[in-house]
């Protein structure tokens, strides 16, 4: 199962960025960018260092949607390596144990991501109050 995480404002806030002129547009546009480009950085850091075959750090994409940006982990192994997996044990023919499998938990694609949508948030709620917006609320 692949890791996705869509990158989509609140409607109150996606309503005040649409009603500002094109400049702030832009200036929402830049910040949603740079903080996504971070977000992709860090995982794509954190992927490389535990390189083997490379699936998890090729498979890691950006892609533009109509009001944003999607951070896409397109690797089947991005859950199970956020998630890390149980051990496994198997006996052989002369009964002795043995224990394989077990992978801890690396969660670096949820936990980047959540990080980068709360700064997100707060950058675009406090460009919006410096622009002039009335009051933006909500998390």
Known sequence: MASTMEWRGLKELQAELRALPADCQTEAGHIVE???NAAYVTIKRVYE???FTGTLSNRLTISTVKLGLV??????LAW??????Q????ITENGVTHLTGRMPARPI??????FA???IRADLKAM????????????
């Open 34 to 36: 740079g903080h996504v």
């Open 49 to 51: 260092a535990h390189r």
């Open 71 to 76: 951070l896409r982990s397109g690797s089947a």
């Open 80 to 85: 199970l390596f956020d998630h890390g997996s």
């Open 87 to 90: 051990a496994r044990h198997y």
């Open 109 to 114: 694609f949820g936990r980047t991501v959540g």
């Open 117 to 119: 949508k709360r700064k």
């Open 128 to 139: 919006l109050l410096r622009r002039g917006a009335a009051r933006v609320t909500g998390d």
